[in-house]
Structures are given as structure tokens and as C-alpha cells.
């Protein structure tokens, strides 16, 4: 009760001081990316008043599409932003900016801004609401943010290692000694690209994390914080995070460690060979803990942390893999030897999220992240609901476009998919749908149904049709979105 009194007495008093005051300003944390670091600024910038608009105004965003008007509006002159200071700036190695901004957005006169050109719009909620909207504020931008920062840290980790080979003495493996078996081992070191890496992602999220008073008000306010330790050079960093799907970007971004260490190839004069078909011998324990659902609400600085990155210095091992290269005698006579090289980037970054498949400019992208397990009917509104990186049309995969996410990311240990059953948007006009299974151990999807509440499951090839859904069952859901 005493809480409660103490929660009504600050939002009263919130309502006194805005009452007096012409105007309605919130506070925002935001990042964008960019080719220069004024296309970087713009876009946070931008970022920051799309956010306001969708809060506190209406989720209509069409205005905003218009280039000249969105440059009016994130204009600082005419007071939609009444100012900004650059919390972090950051030049990756490709030559691409990021910049994390605190902006404040005048609410009431963004209304008026874009009432004046015809755009008829509604107040979300009453000044009443002003503190709790600006908390909801701050927890879509976190999300926003921090899938950002995965998305824009997923091609400089694909540079962030050098590698060694070393192979050892060739074993006769038939009578007529015709056949040989050479043992190669492939060490990756990390280079000074991952500290650039650390330091960006501890950057960041310093420019988000909770203060210790933030973090005692949601306790008080009977909410759960997220804390992320991060261990790097000898050092750890706490940070606490208000929402779970900032977490699961993160935890995504540490499950393609192991991605991330084999993009090398092993020449020889006669072929090239991949690092992904070597095993891991030994690897780095980047990823401390997988994420945990508890209620952190009590003792806010003495909770487990939801995720842990262990971050390396430069010149570090991060794994060691190996392989046994079988060779004919008349192949060895002609190698002079193994050399490994990096393969740099292999996987892109773009439009939101990461790249599924490309072709003369257009494509499909997939989200770091799977959203909460969910039915078929909350999954597809969850989906077109989505606002993330900047895209709004995000959308459910198609049976096919599923496939894709398997065979062309999946398998290859990119996109941090689950080993669970994954809805797709087929549908015929029989109120049909397809799940389908991402079966990371056989490399072969499954269509499921239920048989007396039996999962019974047939090799896509072999099933031809679709088949009823119980619309109450909770599958796993990604989202995707075409360029």
C-alpha cells in the first residue's frame, strides 16, 4: 500500500509539472547506422521521432515515408527535437558509422507539426499516462537498440580471426599403400577486429542499462530487469536490461560463436576445402550461460544474470578444429602443401537482419531472434505487428521461405534457431496451415500434425497436402521481411 500511495504521489506530481507547462517533452535513447556519420545521426534521430510518433500520437507512420517531410521533422530548427547528445560513436571496419544518441522530442509540438500538413491525428492516452508511456518508450527503444547493435556487430565478428594450420605425418590406410589419411589441425586466434567488437557492445550497453534508481523503481513497480555480464580483459561490467527480447538478440548473437570462428578454407593445389566441415576440437566458452525466464524482482544487485559474453583480447585462442584429409598417393605426389586463409564476410547484414537470399538487389531477411513461442493466430499478428531495425513489414515465412531459413542459415549454425517445431503463413482456403519442424540434426524439415494429441512426423518429400492445426499449440516464430 505504502508503494502504492508513493507511485501515485510521483505520477500526480508528474501531472502538476506537465500541467504547467505548454509543452510535453520525452526523453529517448536511440542508434542508427549509416555510411557517414551524418547518415548515422539522421537515422537515430529519425529513429527517435518515429518512436515518439508511434507512443505518444498514432501508429499511423505514413508521414514519416515522405524523405523531404521526415527531414523537416527531425529538423532540430523546428523544435520536433529540442536537442540531442551523442552518447557513443563508432566507425566500423567496412567504413560504415553507428552512433547512440539521447534525444528529447517535444510531443506537443510534433502534433502540432504534422497536424499543420493534414495528417489527422490521436492522442494515445491521457497526460496521466505520460510516465508510464515514456517507461513503454524506453523499453521499445532498448529493443530496437540492442537488436541493432547485434546486427551491426554480425560482419566485423565474421573478420575478427586469423588462422593457423598445421598437419601431421600421413597414415597408410590400405595394404597397397595407394589410399592415406593426412590429420590437419586449424587454430583461429582472434585478431583486433573483436575488441573493436567488445568495446562497441559494452559501449552500448552502457548507453542503455538501467541506474541503480531505475532498477529500484521497477522493482517497486513489481517489474523484472535483465541483468547482462560481460567479461573482458580481466574486467566485469553489470548491465540491466528491461525487457527479455533485448536478451534474446543478445543470447542469438553469442550462438554463432562457433559461425563465427570457422569462415576459413584450406587450399591445396587440387581443391579447396571449407572450415565448416572440420570438427571442433576445442572452443572458447564465449557464451557463459543460456538465458534464463526467472523473476529477478527481489535483491535487484545480487540476481544471476540472464546472459554472460566472454569476450577475448586480440591474439587469443578462440578454437582449435580438426580434420583427416584422405588422399590418393598420385593426389600427394602433386600437393606441396596446406595453406588456410580467412573467407571474411560470408553472411550479410541488411535491411533489418540477415540475409537469407539475395538476387539482383532484392531479397529476404530474417530477425536475430525468435519471438515468444506463441499460436498460429497471435504468431501471424505478432509478425505484422513488429517494428524492429526500422522495418514495419515484418511478416511470418512461407512454407518455402522456411525452408530457406534452414538450408541457407540454419545449418550452418547461423540465426540461433531453436530445435522446435516453427510456424509457417501457409494456408489454404480450408483454414489449413503448415508447421514445420527445423531439424538441426538430420538437415531434413518435417511437416507435424496431431493424431490424439500424437506428433507424428513425415520427411517433406514424402507428404503431399497440408494438414488441420490446433490453433491453441505454441510453436516457435520467426519473422522475416522482403527487400
Not at 197 to 208: E, M
Not at 418 to 434: I, K
Request: glycine content about 6%.
Amino acid at each position: 500500500m505504502k508503494k502504492l500511495i508513493i507511485l501515485f504521489y510521483l505520477l500526480f506530481s508528474v501531472i502538476l509539472i506537465y500541467g504547467q507547462s505548454e509543452d510535453r517533452i520525452v526523453t529517448i535513447t536511440t542508434t542508427g547506422s549509416g555510411s557517414s556519420f551524418e547518415d548515422a545521426k539522421y537515422s537515430a534521430l529519425r529513429s527517435a521521432i518515429e518512436q515518439a510518433f508511434g507512443t505518444f500520437i498514432s501508429s499511423k507512420t505514413e508521414i514519416l515515408n515522405d524523405r523531404v517531410v521526415a527531414d523537416q521533422i527531425v529538423s532540430i530548427a523546428n523544435g520536433n527535437i529540442q536537442s540531442f547528445s551523442i552518447l557513443h560513436e563508432s566507425q566500423f571496419p567496412g567504413g560504415s558509422w553507428s552512433v547512440t544518441l539521447r534525444a528529447l522530442v517535444s510531443v506537443s509540438k510534433l502534433t502540432s507539426f504534422v497536424e499543420a500538413r493534414g495528417v489527422e491525428v490521436e492522442i494515445k492516452g491521457s497526460l496521466f499516462a505520460l510516465n508510464i508511456k515514456q517507461q513503454m518508450l524506453n523499453e521499445q527503444g532498448e529493443i530496437n537498440a540492442v537488436n541493432e547493435m547485434v546486427g551491426l556487430l554480425h560482419e566485423p565478428m565474421q573478420i575478427s580471426f586469423n588462422y593457423d594450420i598445421k598437419s601431421s605425418t600421413p597414415r597408410s590406410i590400405d595394404e597397397d599403400s595407394k589410399n592415406w589419411v593426412i590429420p590437419l589441425t586449424v587454430t583461429a586466434t582472434t585478431n583486433y577486429n573483436i575488441e573493436f567488437c567488445a568495446n562497441y557492445c559494452i559501449n552500448i550497453l552502457s548507453a542503455l542499462s538501467l541506474s541503480y534508481e531505475e532498477v529500484t523503481t521497477y522493482d517497486s513497480l513489481n517489474k523484472i530487469v535483465f541483468p547482462v555480464e560481460i567479461n573482458y580483459k580481466g574486467a566485469t561490467k553489470i548491465f540491466y536490461l528491461r525487457k527479455k527480447s533485448s536478451v534474446s538478440a543478445l543470447q542469438a548473437f553469442v550462438n554463432q560463436w562457433a559461425y563465427y570462428t570457422r569462415l576459413f578454407a584450406v587450399q591445396t593445389e587440387i581443391n579447396d576445402s571449407s572450415g565448416y566441415n572440420f570438427l571442433i576440437n576445442k572452443i572458447h566458452n564465449f557464451d557463459g550461460n543460456r538465458i534464463k525466464t526467472v523473476d529477478t524482482r527481489s535483491s535487484q544487485y545480487k540476481r544471476e544474470p540472464a546472459v554472460k559474453i566472454n569476450f577475448l583480447n586480440a591474439d587469443q585462442e578462440a578454437a582449435i578444429f580438426s580434420w583427416k584429409d584422405m588422399r590418393t598417393l598420385s593426389e600427394i605426389e602433386i600437393m606441396t602443401g596446406y595453406k588456410v586463409k580467412p573467407r571474411g564476410v560470408l553472411s550479410k547484414y541488411k535491411h533489418g537482419g540477415i540475409v537469407v537470399y539475395e538476387n539482383n538487389g532484392h531479397g529476404l531477411v530474417t530477425s536475430f531472434a525468435d519471438l515468444e513461442p506463441m499460436d498460429l493466430v497471435s504468431a501471424k499478428s505478432a509478425c505484422d505487428n513488429l517494428i524492429l531495425n526500422g522495418y514495419s513489414d515484418w511478416r511470418l515465412p512461407t512454407k518455402e521461405e522456411l525452408n530457406l531459413l534452414y538450408f541457407n542459415l540454419g545449418k550452418f549454425g547461423l540465426g540461433s534457431f531453436s530445435r522446435s517445431e516453427y510456424w509457417s503463413s501457409s494456408m489454404d482456403m480450408n483454414n489449413y496451415a503448415w508447421k514445420q519442424y527445423l531439424n538441426l540434426n538430420n538437415s531434413n524439415f518435417t511437416n507435424i500434425y496431431n493424431t490424439n494429441k500424437i506428433n507424428i512426423r513425415k520427411l517433406d518429400n514424402e507428404i503431399n497436402g497440408n494438414y488441420n492445426y490446433d490453433s491453441l499449440q505454441k510453436l516457435s516464430v520467426r519473422a522475416v521481411r522482403v527487400f
